[in-house]
């Protein structure tokens, strides 16, 4: 049986796709954006979430952990990451929660049951499943069976991807795929690797092939102060996708510091970033505009008129 590690499964969501959908979190990605707001989906094991300032340090985690990774001293508890072997057994006989499993293993079936409770919003929105991640396509053979049982349930299926990956992997899911929402972080190969850790190559390269097969696309940036939000690297992209046949739109998206908490728990360094304000976000979605695609602008739809 195929089975999945994912991270959450989130219901009701209007921000991953047309209508309202459903989202299946895989936990696993192949680049290391340091603004991450999703930094627990990195790993491709399960961890265990620290929530300190709930612990009653009753010393149960110290007592089931066969590793010893908890040690209570005067200020506190002192968790040894490295030592951990993902067995989670601390996060089982923690009383209070103050420690919470990140990922688990799921079956098709495990995802569907949750799925089908949403069906009846899908129909009526126009919405549907979206895989997400982390990195959707790091686990292609869970992705290719749950997407292939949600088509055979006429639920409409998309993926958010970096499409970082070769487009192979890409061949064989396109029969189960009715929507691909893709991030370009920069078009600037050099900057796209210090700040992914990987180059833009292959991201480009497979829009324009699945743009070749006809298949619905939509690409989102996030916009990072510093490292991507000048009006050249947005004028660049916007010049890129109007060549496209299938683009249904172009998003900028605000820096979002919702991971940072965390990235505190999970022991990554946080980043200084603040999001551009309200109207340079503006001013950089009238430059996409202005190469002729339709853009939005944090999730609403971007008219081309003076602010």
Sequence with gaps: MERGLIFDIERYSTADGPGI??????????LHCYWCHNPESLKVFPEVDRYEQECIHCGRCVQV????CHVF??????FHSEKCIHCMACTEACPVAALRPIGKWLSVEDCMAQIREDVVFYGKSGGGVTLSGGEVLMQKAFAQALLQRCHAEGIHT??????CVDTAVLEQLIPQLDLVMADIKSMDAPAHIRGT????????RNIRWLDSRNVPLIIRTPVIPGFNDSEDNIAQTAEFLKSLS????????????????????????VPEITALPAARMRELARTAASAGIPVWLNGTQYHNIED
């Excluded at 959908?21 to 192949?30: A, D, L, M, P, Q």
């Excluded at 850790?197 to 480009?204: A, D, F, P, Q, R």
Aim: charge should be positive; proline fraction near 5%; glycine fraction near 8%.
């Design 21 to 30: 959908r459903t989202v299946v979190f895989f936990k696993g990605c192949n």
């Design 65 to 68: 952990c066969p590793e010893k």
């Design 73 to 78: 001293t005067e200020t506190g508890r002192v």
């Design 158 to 163: 998309a993926i958010e991807s970096n499409l």
């Design 197 to 204: 850790g990987c180059s833009n190559e292959k991201t480009l």
């Design 246 to 269: 299938n683009l249904s739109y172009y998003e900028l998206l605000s820096y979002n510091p919702m991971g940072n908490d965390k990235r505190k728990r999970l022991g990554y360094p």
